[in-house]
């Protein structure tokens, strides 16, 4: 059973404001969104188009980037609102929102409501509900490109919504024992709080020391804004990584951020963020247009879209 909590049902009567970038979205068809800041280079919209044609629909995914629109993140409700006023099936939520976008929601699935972070807002019957793709997209990334990889002892890097989502999914795949580091420690606190109300085998406790926190674990996760071209460079030591490490990255934009580069040179294994970018549009198309994708294609159309690439599709 799913979580109810006021959202846009609730506020039927608001005049959304800012949102002139909405007002000439096509009818017809199907569409959706993402929403977010520094998005500019997602290739989000891509993946779904290009799988929308491939299996015959009338499908157009539009970018609302609050840093290109010039909105605060005040906006957020309105945007949503307008959003669904004006006919989309939903829209995905990335960084900086996944967790304010809660309060703005009409239906939380369980997978969201136990993470207690949303990536995914499908419009339905005057609701806005939502889910979480983020988690699954990790988990299925993570089996596909770290095959066996040791999970008793994993340092998580960033507690906020993708970090959340992350600790979900190696929660399910058995983990051991999670280290949450967090610049914000009263928001690390809360992370490994909820973790433990899952109530399974995972133990998470609180990482002051970060270098120390990295020589005590097998592998890591990146689940911080830190390697985007916004904001550029390691969200740790470099000279902290060692070879017997696995180092996992949430960020696909750059493909291959500073973190992975090195890791990689190092000789750890890695798992880039593109795979976790794949999978988690593979449920995200699914909600919002009731097909079902494939996901090899969808990879492909992801490659497609690399800088430098032409697609002569």
Aim: aromatic share 6%.
């Amino acid at each position: 059973m799913g979580t109810t909590s006021p959202g846009l049902a609730a506020r039927k009567g608001e005049e959304p404001e800012g949102t002139a970038a909405l007002a000439g979205l096509p009818a017809a068809g199907i569409a959706a969104g993402l929403i977010g800041r520094a998005i500019g280079q997602s290739r989000t919209p891509g993946m779904h188009e290009a799988e929308g044609r491939r299996l015959g629909l009338d499908y157009r995914y539009h970018l609302f980037d609050f840093d290109r629109m010039g909105l605060p993140d005040t906006a957020l409700a309105e945007v949503l609102r307008a959003a669904a006023e004006r006919g989309l099936a939903g829209v995905n939520v990335t960084h900086p929102f996944k967790q304010a976008v809660i309060r703005h929601l009409d239906w939380l699935a369980p997978d969201a409501a136990a993470i207690g972070a949303v990536n995914t807002v499908v419009f339905r019957d005057g609701r806005a509900e939502g889910h979480n793709t983020d988690c699954s997209g990790f988990g299925e990334s993570l089996g596909r490109e770290l095959p066996g990889a040791p999970l008793e002892r994993v340092l998580l890097l960033g507690a906020g919504g993708a970090g959340a989502a992350v600790a979900r999914a190696l929660a399910e795949r058995g983990a051991g024992r999670i280290a949450v580091y967090d610049l914000d420690q009263a928001r690390a606190s809360d992370l490994v709080e909820r973790i433990q109300g899952w109530g399974g085998a995972t133990a998470a406790w609180p990482a002051g020391d970060l270098r120390g926190a990295i020589a005590g674990v097998q592998g890591l996760v990146n689940c911080t804004p830190i390697g985007m071209d916004k904001y550029p460079g390691s969200p740790l030591p470099l000279d902290a990584l060692r070879p017997d490490l696995w180092v996992a990255d949430v960020i696909y934009f750059p493909e291959e951020t500073d973190l992975v580069r090195a890791a990689r040179a190092r000789g750890c294994r890695v798992q880039p963020g593109r795979g976790m970018a794949i999978f988690q549009a593979v449920r995200a198309f699914t909600l919002f247009t009731g097909r079902t994708p494939d996901p090899d294609a969808v990879s492909a159309h992801f490659d497609a879209l690399a800088p430098g690439r032409v697609d002569l599709n």
